[in-house]
């Protein structure tokens, strides 16, 4: 079992900054992928950016150059810098981990972030 706390979310203005924070725990395979996703009201949920446990990442295309994923192993913590933030990035984040060895993924109960003109 693995557990996902988000925090860092909140109410900004468009152009500013936000950094949310996944917190993990349990048990992590060293193998896995943790990823941000963001879900609007009546819009399905799509990626955001994601990193594995080799550092490599990937964005979606509306984030790209403006966002930037990132984890600290030590404390088993991924962080989404968000920069430049617009009224459209305006969701509920939500950071999943993917285990490579046993394809099981869980969810964090997500944190809401609200970008306004």
Known sequence: QVTLVESGGGLVQAGGSLRLSCATSGRTDSLNVIAWYRQ?????????????????????????????????NAKNTVYLQMNSLKPEDTAHYYCNFKSLLTKYDYWGQGTQVTVSS
């Open 40 to 72: 609007a009201p009546g819009k399905q949920r799509e990626l955001v950016a994601a990193i594995d446990n080799r550092g490599s990442t990937n964005y979606a295309d509306s984030v790209k150059d403006r966002f930037f994923i990132s984890r600290d």
